[in-house]
């Protein structure tokens, strides 16, 4: 029908799956968009089939049904080349039920001058006025989009998106993702079912409760490598990577029963490597046998496979049940607020000056290693330039020195911390000054 075609137009991204293979685009995928002034959200939704008792066609029929339910006004797209069918009669009856106003849109009217006459029939389904467009070709889209515009409610003051923290979940398939955000929001937001990889697309739930403001971003899994057959879940993983570059903080989910796999630790690394706040999940916990040190055990391993991940926060759940769901919102806070926070250069450079006094920076072959200063170049993740006499001199073992010492003055739980080394002599640092 081309509805993932029009909804990327619209929004000017890829973030629906296309493909020519019918029903791809399984659940809710959200993305803003901005006509003559006016934001608003895109909701692109599983084809709807009236008649199908199939499991998941019949899941995406709940799913179109819940986003009309949400929507303000609701895009009818058919195709005009394949005239109404029984199916477009039956959605238009269901969608006039709604109340919504709606804008039918009649597309793949891509000879334009010759096809838009074809769009008559479509008076037939009483939803008024059809618009031919073409989303291929990106023709009649703006007639579409006045319209929408026109039947939009009057305007609010738009609250500020920087008060939400947009979180990833992330993990690999079957781990419960959409299990905890369903258990988080308490209505079926995403498909879940014991199919591994349901979850094909990204999804955007805004949520609110009293610790804050919330955009949920549940990822469709990464699979291994080696099980990836088909276009759409390369698609999938490219879209897991671009949720972890949107994500503020990274839920990384982990399958109490079956230990930290090694594709665990590749998903974890990207959230590392991208420098995001992470919160180490351990799900289905309620289903591992327990005794005294089991969970500071399993701590343990978790810290053995992930290394790199040493200053995340563990947490153990069991989103099927809802133990511990509600303590995870205080640790987004608290994860968020370290990923965002921000050092003076002064009280940066007292904790560095403690930590030479402590211990000395490195000699090579007669030379010293000298630090001038350090100051704090960006956040999320905080990433501190040190200024330094020789960059060779400025090995690894001592970075990791600093950067501990820096985590015990200020905390820093849950969020990588950056260090970018540059050389200058004494001499532009004393013309300079500190």
Not at 70 to 78: G, N, P, S
Not at 249 to 277: F, N, P, R, S, Y
Not at 329 to 334: A, E, N, R
Not at 376 to 389: E, L, M, R, Y
Request: hydrophobic share 40%; glycine share 6%; proline share 3%.
């Amino acid at each position: 029908m081309g509805k993932s075609t029009f909804f990327n137009y619209l929004v000017g991204n890829r973030i629906s799956i296309v493909e020519d293979t019918p029903g791809v685009t399984r659940d809710r995928v959200y993305a803003d968009s901005n006509w003559r002034g006016r934001n608003f959200t895109l909701i692109d939704t599983g084809g709807i089939e009236p008649e199908s008792e199939d499991i998941i066609l019949s899941q995406m029929r709940e799913q179109a049904n819940l986003a009309v339910a949400m929507a303000d006004v609701i895009l009818f797209l058919t195709d005009i080349r394949q005239g109404v069918t029984a199916a477009d009669r039956e959605i238009a009856l269901m969608l006039k039920k709604s109340g919504k106003p709606i804008v039918l849109v009649c597309n793949k009217a891509d000879n334009f001058d010759k096809d838009k006459d074809e769009a008559y029939e479509f008076y037939n389904l009483g939803l008024g006025d059809p618009y031919p467009i073409s989303a291929t070709n990106a023709i009649g889209i703006g007639d579409v989009l006045d319209k929408i515009y026109d039947s939009f409610p009057e305007k609010t003051d738009d609250e500020d998106d920087d008060t939400k923290i947009k979180v990833a979940v992330i993990g690999k398939p079957n781990v419960g993702k959409s299990s905890l955000i369903n258990k988080i929001l308490g209505e079926n937001r995403a498909i879940v079912s014991d199919i591994a990889g349901t979850t094909r697309d990204a999804i955007d739930t805004e949520f609110e409760n009293e610790t804050g403001k919330y955009v949920l971003i549940d990822t469709a899994g990464v699979r291994k490598k080696n099980k990836i057959k088909e276009s759409i879940e390369k698609f999938s993983i490219m879209r897991t990577l671009l949720a972890i570059e949107r994500a503020d903080v990274c839920l990384m989910m982990i399958d109490a029963t079956q230990g930290i796999t090694d594709q665990d630790a590749k998903i974890a690394g990207e959230a590392h490597e991208a420098g995001k706040g992470v919160i180490i999940v351990v799900n289905k916990w309620d289903a591992v046998e327990k005794e005294t040190g089991t969970l500071e055990k399993y701590k343990q391993e978790v810290y053995e496979r992930l290394k790199y991940l040493s200053y995340a926060p563990v947490i153990f759940i069991s989103a099927k049940t809802g133990q511990r769901v509600n303590k995870l919102f205080d640790l987004i806070q608290y994860v968020a607020e370290q990923n965002a926070l921000r050092i003076s250069t002064s009280v940066l450079n007292q904790v560095i000056n403690e930590a030479i006094a402590i211990v000395q920076p490195p000699t090579d072959k007669g030379k010293r290693l000298k630090i001038f200063y350090g100051t704090q170049a960006s956040t999320k993740p905080p990433t501190f330039v040190i200024f330094v006499n020789n960059k060779e001199l400025f090995h690894f073992s001592y970075e990791r020195y600093l950067v501990n010492q820096i985590r015990k003055e200020f905390g820093l739980e849950g969020t990588p911390v950056r260090i970018i080394v540059r050389e200058k002599s004494e001499k532009e640092i004393n013309k300079g000054g500190i």
